[in-house]
């Protein structure tokens, strides 16, 4: 039995679609991270879920337990708001065991339920202070307290980090993958930071414009993203695309031609409904590509001059200019084509490169956006 | 100059901007404050010159009855105006609910606001009228006669204090919608996934965010009710036989009526007394308000 079930909800606003037709099954103990652009719909699916919004069509089942007409408090949900919303007259003792008060349990297990959450988090010394006396990591592990103290069957999380520096963004995220691990709970948790989803996901649900576009662990949808849309929204740097346009297709493959590029000819292509003169879109990612001496044997190549670089360490990212290859979609702005090179780099800025990839690390798209080329392995360290 | 200007303007700029507030204030507030103790310390028609009498005009208030009737009458009228936050709250709360109309119903509680407060003290005063006031209409549609209200001396301040409450109510009102719009909406989401709901809900998650906007409410019906006049004025003068008259209305009474200037400056020190302890406690408030807030 699912922990969280999802059937055909749909949900509008005055004159917009905020969701279309979802449907989502989370397993018990589950961690999903829900990930998207910003009005993408991943926060009102949040809180469809809750019951803080209601749906206009579709059921939501928590538990086996059909709760779509349920109020939030009957939901066996407990929520971790992104403003991380305390009682700001109660203190931290008071927040933590406030649903559970609501909830008319005796005095006794509401002081054991909250000194449990508090050792959990490490707040025991913050028991009688009030938010306002907090710092922002505590306020957000009251938060958490709050959400665990009322031992709900599903966590909800809504952008819980956006608000925390850096530093502690990184020290809380650790923290939520090991009380996931300690409560066992399923947890939904809603993030436009693919790091985050990257990191903490079980399996990740990539929206976009109120639909579902992907649903898969981490390392598959980066692998093996099913359209355009999650190639370029998994991965920084983004994806490099290119535009292109199918010369021939037939049955054992696509031969596509784009400007400044010799012609690739890609195998194992699904090529349903696609036919030869097809605009098309080349993808790819920062990482496949390499600086290619003159007289290397790899495939396509193309020389241009650096634009920038990156020096992130370990790392170096270089922002070449990409004519004349037509980009798009690309986050380092059009007409700059990014390679993630493994080591430390000493090209400079303004010098001439010639950059090639490999066409088996070459994702194709389709005109609908779909993912053309086959499934690739899921990387393995 | 430009030297001197340089060196200067970071107190400069700040006090020329503060400075006609400044001037007015101590001209209209301080200045007339302090000339009114001063004048309480003579004798004096308003016209002629004024006789120092020291404490004189004092002594005679701690004697005169007058005095603790209207005394006795600015406490009923702070008690009954203490009804006026709760009741605006409530009817804020009502009207605040998304229900179809609630905008028109929204806009008739808020019409005594715009009324002068003469117009509403008429307008009471035909209600209280026991010929044809719609108070003997609700009397005579169960067989009964109206009492005079405002010619009996038991009753008189309740009248008048009653009339007063009115555009209270409709003032605290929009004191408490304003503060249910500002409502945080993610403490009311938390809260209703913790469970509350209805009056537990009102209890433990909508009125603790309201007590700022409360305290407010309460403050200044305080100090409205402390000041009461005009609605005296205008529906009794102090009357019958000064039955429900107040300090403020006592002060105009002895200044204008009976050209005692000194004996009335002496009513408005004490009324003033009494006012600065409920400022103080609002003062207070305010700037403890701020500094959380900071």
Same mark, same amino acid.
């Given at each position: ?50 019951? &803080? ?102 966590? &909800? ?122 605009? #098309? ?101 | ?10 107190? #400069? ?69 203490? &009804? ?137 019906? #305080? ?72």
């Amino acid at each position: 039995m699912s922990s969280v079930e999802l059937r055909k909800v749909d949900k509008h606003y005055a004159g917009y679609h905020a969701l279309k037709t979802v449907d989502l099954k989370i397993e018990k103990g589950e961690f999903v991270v829900m990930v998207g652009p910003s009005g993408c719909g991943k926060s009102t699916l949040l809180k469809t879920i809750a019951g &803080l919004e209601t749906i206009n069509s579709g059921q939501i089942v928590i538990n086996g337990r059909d709760v779509t007409r349920e109020e939030p408090g009957d939901r066996g949900i407990a929520m971790v708001f992104q403003s991380y919303a305390l009682y700001p007259h109660m203190t931290v003792a008071e927040n933590m065991g406030f649903g559970l008060r609501m909830a008319n349990r005796p005095k006794a297990e509401i002081d054991a339920a909250v000194k449990r959450a508090a050792q959990i988090l490490r707040l025991e010394e913050q028991l009688g202070k009030r938010p306002k006396q907090l710092s922002g990591g505590q306020r957000q592990r009251v938060a958490i307290g709050r959400a665990i103290t009322r031992s709900p069957e599903v966590f &909800l999380f809504d952008e819980p980090l956006s608000n925390l520096d850096a530093a502690l963004r990184t020290q809380m995220r650790v923290e939520l993958s090991g009380l996931h691990t300690q409560l066992g709970s399923t947890m939904i948790y809603v993030t436009h930071d693919q790091v985050e989803a990257m990191t903490m996901a079980d399996r990740i649900v990539i929206l976009n414009k109120g639909r579902i576009e992907q649903i898969g662990s981490p390392l598959e949808l980066y692998a093996n993203p099913a359209n355009i849309f999650v190639a370029g929204f998994l991965g920084a740097p983004r994806m490099n695309f290119i535009e292109a346009k199918a010369v021939s297709v037939d049955a054992s493959g696509v031969s596509v031609a784009a400007a400044g590029l010799p012609a690739l000819s890609l195998g194992g292509i699904d090529v349903t409904g696609l036919s030869a003169g097809d605009a #098309v879109t080349i993808g790819i990612r920062p990482e496949g590509l390499r600086v290619v001496e003159a007289g290397d044997g790899v495939m396509p190549v193309f020389s241009s001059q650096v634009r920038l670089v990156e020096q992130l360490g370990r790392d170096t990212v270089l922002y070449v200019d990409a004519s004349p290859l037509q980009t798009t979609n690309s986050d380092s702005g059009t007409g700059n084509f990014t390679l993630q090179l493994n080591k430390v780099s000493t090209v400079a800025v303004g010098a001439t490169l010639r950059a090639g990839f490999e066409t088996g690390d070459a994702y194709l798209f389709g005109p609908d956006g779909r993912t053309l080329t086959p499934r690739k392995p899921v990387a393995s360290t | 100059m430009s030297r001197l200007w340089r060196r200067n303007r970071h107190w #400069v700029t700040p006090a020329l901007f503060l400075l006609p507030g400044l001037i007015l204030f101590g001209t209209v507030i301080l200045a007339a404050s302090i000339e009114t103790v001063w004048i309480s310390l003579h004798d004096w028609d308003g016209i002629g010159a004024k006789t120092w009498v020291g404490l004189a005009n004092y002594i005679e208030l701690a004697d005169d009855p007058q005095f603790y009737v209207s005394l006795k009458n600015n406490v009923i009228w702070l008690l009954i105006f203490m &009804l006026a936050p709760p009741i605006g709250l409530a009817l804020a709360l009502i009207v605040n609910q998304q229900i179809r109309g609630m905008r028109i119903l929204k806009s008739l509680f808020f019409v005594p606001l715009v009324l002068a407060t003469v117009t509403v003290g008429v307008v009471f005063g035909w209600v209280y009228d026991p010929n044809f006031g719609l108070l003997q209409l609700l009397f005579g549609a169960f067989g009964g006669t109206a009492p005079a209200l405002l010619s009996d001396e038991t009753f008189v301040t309740f009248a008048v204090a009653a009339a007063g409450l009115w555009p209270q109510i409709a003032f605290c009102m929009i004191l408490f919608l304003a503060g249910l719009n500002s409502l945080n909406d993610d403490l009311i989401a938390a809260g209703r996934v913790d469970g509350a709901r209805g009056w537990r809900m009102l209890r433990h998650v909508v009125l603790p965010q309201l007590s700022q906007v409360g305290f407010i409410a309460i403050a200044v019906t #305080v100090i409205g009710a402390l000041r009461s006049f005009d609605m005296i004025a205008v529906m009794t003068s102090g009357g019958p036989y000064g039955s429900c008259t107040v300090l403020a209305y006592q002060m105009y009474q002895e200044s204008i009526f009976s050209y005692r200037f000194g004996y009335g400056a002496a009513i408005a020190t004490v009324l003033f007394v009494i006012m600065i302890v409920f400022i103080a406690w609002y003062l207070n408030g305010l700037i403890k308000a701020e500094r959380s807030n900071a």
